[in-house]
T-cell receptor, first 112, second 112 residues
Framework: DAGVIQSPRHEVTEMGQEVTLRCKPI?????LFWYRQTMMRGLELLIY????????DSGMPEDRFSAKMPNASFSTLKIQPSEPRDSAVYFC??????????FGPGTRLTVT | SQQGEEDPQALSIQEGENATMNCSYK?????LQWYRQNSGRGLVHLIL?????REKHSGRLRVTLDTSKKSSSLLITASRAADTASYFC????????????FGQGTRLTINP
């Protein structure tokens, strides 16, 4: 298996623009997680899905953030409009049941 | 706020020495996990210790867990230059074990 795939790997955008991050989990995994990593706040869980259904989105910072999982092999995290403080590395991870999560390589987002 | 707090924040030792990192957490956990992150990369799962376990070994890794003190330690024996990375503990909450709360991490540097 190729592991968790994230795209793009790097994204640079201007404040106010819409940003969409994409994730393909490992086939057969039923949990999908979105994390954000910054120097100031470390690694934060934003939202996670089980069988494509959002279970806990309490970590989503505000209404500008939204996440979807239309099917078992694809998820998106969207920021609209983006702000400079959204600059971070965004990780997607997937797991089978309550097993160890496998992390993707991350998307480094820079909002200018 | 972050569940896990780690110390030291940075550790620099000579190759061959042992490295010990500590982690504290705030609430009841299902298990505690340790991850490694190389610069610019995703997280790699190292080891998981359940709340009813006190010590666990995996190769050169030794993890201890003291639930009465809400603390854990990771020991890397006979360190190698390739062990240079950031190490994070992650607490899997008792209610919602899928939800990992990460510490701020320890930056470990192994000097040849």
């Amino acid at each position: 298996d190729a592991g968790v795939i994230q795209s793009p790997r790097h994204e640079v955008t201007e404040m106010g623009q819409e940003v969409t991050l994409r994730c393909k989990p490992i086939s057969g995994h039923d949990y999908l997680f979105w994390y954000r990593q910054t120097m100031m706040r470390g690694l934060e869980l934003l939202i996670y899905f089980n069988n494509n259904v959002p279970i806990d989105d309490s970590g989503m910072p505000e209404d500008r953030f939204s996440a979807k999982m239309p099917n078992a092999s694809f998820s998106t995290l969207k920021i609209q409009p983006s702000e400079p403080r959204d600059s971070a590395v965004y990780f997607c991870a997937s797991s089978y049941r309550v097993g160890e999560p496998y992390f993707g390589p991350g998307t480094r987002l820079t909002v200018t | 706020s972050q569940q896990g707090e780690e110390d030291p924040q940075a550790l620099s030792i000579q190759e061959g020495e042992n490295a010990t990192m500590n982690c504290s957490y705030k609430t009841s956990i299902n298990n505690l996990q340790w991850y490694r992150q190389n610069s610019g990369r995703g997280l790699v799962h190292l080891i998981l210790i359940r709340s009813n376990e006190r010590e666990k070994h995996s190769g050169r890794l030794r993890v201890t867990l003291d639930t009465s003190k809400k603390s854990s330690s990771l020991l890397i024996t006979a360190s190698r230059a390739a062990d240079t990375a950031s190490y994070f503990c992650a607490a899997a909450l008792l209610q919602g074990a899928q939800k990992l709360v990460f510490g701020q991490g320890t930056r470990l540097t192994i000097n040849p």
